[in-house]
């Protein structure tokens, strides 16, 4: 009986100091800071330059030119940098003219990409035109029409331009011009893209008792948008090496139905990019909340 009595007593001061407890505790959030180190040293430089990029994909957006703004938009107000104010180098051009004096060939001409076409700038105004073949040769008729036209396009369009980035005799040159900067390069490709199937949405409707409800539904949908895909190249000034490289890629679909200028949607994905393009340089902190107790 005693011990009956006793687990009856124990079992109420153990609900007593619960309610208690209970009755005294506080919930309340905290904001937190959390440090993402750089991938990159950089503590070497004192200043940036962003040279330049070679863009493909649509002529709809200057990717070459918006980047570069945007970048050093960012740099400015981001990072301790001295961001340096100088020409947008046509890096297209510059690696067409670098395979020519090599004795390469495999290089089209920019075109419409960094400037006029190369054809219109050597024939003199006296040449009469030249009269085309009736049947163009075999081979040239399984060229992609974006090589042929000297447009970049595709990712293999691009691909053959990249060897100017390996150009550290270039990219050195370039540095002593500018105090030996970090110099900052790549390639962007911006390519509209379409997309057409089943997808879930969200549709609201109303049950038997006229309470409104969400119900998933599978339509066919027709969507339109852009792919952006850069690869940023970082490259010490001082001897022309690249210290440090990466590639992204975002997308975005819009209903066919909406009008999205390329503008609005290159920037768009670009917004979503930049923090990783900035954590490459210096640390970045993510803000969160965590719930206390007291």
Known sequence: MSSRRAQHAAAIVSLGLLSATVACTNFYE???????????DVGAFRRVLVAGFIS???DD???????VRLLRSQLRTKTNLRVIEAEVLPLAELAQEQAAKAGE??????????????????????DPPATPPATPPADETKKPESAAAG???????????????????FWKKLGEEYEQPLIITGTIMFTPQQSAGMQTVNREEFDQLGRRIIVPRRI????KGFILEPKFVFI???????????????????????????????FELM????PDFLGALSTQKIKGMRTLLR
Not at 220 to 223: M, V
């Open 105 to 126: 060939s495999s290089l089209p001409p920019v075109g419409e990409v960094a400037g006029a076409p190369a054809a219109a700038a050597s024939q003199r105004p006296q």
């Open 56 to 58: 493909g994909g649509t």
């Open 220 to 223: 066919y949908q027709e969507r």
């Open 151 to 169: 447009v970049i396009r595709t990712k293999q369009d691009l691909e053959r331009y990249e060897r100017i980035f390996a150009d550290a005799a």
């Open 61 to 67: 957006v200057d990717a070459n030119m918006e980047t």
């Open 236 to 266: 010490d000034g001082r001897t022309g090496a690249t210290l440090y490289s990466e590639s992204q890629r975002r997308e975005v679909l819009y209903p066919a139905s909406q009008s999205t200028p390329a503008l609005a949607s290159y």
């Open 271 to 274: 917004d979503q990019l930049i």
């Open 30 to 40: 905290v904001p937190i800071e959390t440090p993402i180190q750089a991938k990159l």
